[in-house]
């Protein structure tokens, strides 16, 4: 029997989206996205939870990502989950779990108390990777960050 790692998530971005180009001409957009689960606690007080998940995309994804997402926007994201490790600067190994997008849905305005986004082309929009583009093993030695 196979394996399945798929991400399915709806959250709001922390903070605006970066976008950098990799030395061989990829472009890539990182951002992250808050979901929150709330309950009810053993003492009867409402308590919320927010989790912050890293979200990577790549080529044309990326450009569409970074064009019409800013902070607050609300999304769909589906994609697959990897962890990479790197060395830092002091030789300590770091580790980051991040989505890699597969597909991401642009599902309304911004949670500020703002009108939806004017930059959006549709109130809800829906981009996925292409077959062409990459969506398995990320090209760590290719990543500007």
């Given amino acids: 029997m196979g394996s399945l790692n798929k991400a399915m998530l709806i959250g709001r971005l922390g903070r605006d989206p970066e976008t950098k180009t990799t030395p061989s001409g990829t472009q890539v957009t990182t951002f992250s996205i808050a979901t929150s689960d709330r309950y009810t606690d053993k003492q009867g007080q409402k308590q919320e939870k927010t989790e912050w998940h890293n979200i990577v995309a790549w080529s044309k994804l990326a450009e569409i990502c970074s064009r019409y997402l800013s902070k607050g ?55 996925q990777q292409g077959p062409n583009t990459p969506t398995g093993q990320m090209p760590t030695d290719d990543l500007p960050f």
Wanted: net charge negative; hydrophobic share 20%.
């Fill in 73 to 127: 926007s609300e999304v769909y994201i589906e994609g697959s989950i990897q962890t990479r490790s790197w060395d830092d600067k002091d030789g300590k190994k770091q580790y980051r779990t991040e989505i890699n997008a597969s597909t991401v849905q642009f599902l309304g305005g911004k949670s500020d108390g703002g009108a939806p986004q004017q930059t959006q082309p549709q109130q809800q929009s829906q981009y």
